[in-house]
Every structure is written in C-alpha cells, then in structure tokens.
C-alpha cells in the first residue's frame, strides 16, 4: 500500500460525492470520496493511501489522458518475477510502488533509472488519517 502525507488544497462537494484535491512537494494528488470526512479542512494535513495495483505506469508519455493522478518518476527499483513485477518509483522525495505484469514490464522496456509518469485513479485514492 502507497501512503502519502499530503496539505490539503481544495475541497468539492457535489451530488453526495466530495473531491479533495492535496499537494506534497512539487505534485498533486486528488482523492473522491462518497463521503466527506467532517473534520477535514484546507491545509490540513493527511494521509492518502492507494494501492500498488492502482498506479499504471507509462514511458515517453505525450498527450492527453483522463487521470488527474499523474505523477512524473524515475525507477529506483524492480522486483520482477515470472508473472507480476513490483515497480518502485521516486517521486519528489517519495517512493511509490506499482505492481504490473511482467508481460507490460518487458513491453515498456522498463529499466533502473527510467524516467516514467505514474497514472493513478481519483476514485482508488482514500483517505487513511488526517491531522
């Protein structure tokens, strides 16, 4: 699991359906939620989380995608076995780890040192702690 400690910048709510939108170092990160947290305010400190799974990778990315989720890395790690790969990814100061198929790996040419962009979903990012 990705855990991520983030300010909050901006909160939307909207048909029952809250979107918080939070900074850390130079990226962003953007979480819908069903439900708002009632406790949670601008430049509040938290805690996202999302999981491994979540976060698709891409390599020489150009264009326009529907994720707002997309962070820019460099591979620092990877754990590759006969069938999923375990991708660990730098971005600002952080570690992020992704968990794709081999098969995708070896499609990408994947490779320590590789600048990537991570794409993660706004609705499989949750919030785990505020403070």
Request: glycine fraction near 4%.
């Amino acid at each position: 699991m990705n855990k991520i400690r983030v300010t909050v910048k901006s909160i939307e709510e909207a048909e029952g359906i809250t979107k918080i939108t939070s900074s850390f170092a130079s990226s962003h990160l953007t979480a819908i939620t069903l439900e708002l947290w009632q406790n949670i305010n601008i430049n509040q400190e938290a805690f996202f989380v999302f999981k491994e799974t979540e976060v698709s990778i891409a390599k020489k990315f150009e264009g326009l995608v529907s994720f707002p989720n997309v962070l820019d890395g460099k591979i620092v790690d990877l754990n590759i076995g006969k069938i999923l790969s375990k991708v660990v990814l730098k971005v600002d100061n952080l570690k992020i780890s992704s968990i794709i198929t081999t098969s995708s790996l070896k499609k990408l040419n994947l490779k320590i040192n590789d600048n990537i962009k991570a794409f993660i979903k706004e609705t499989e990012v949750s919030i785990e702690e505020i403070y």
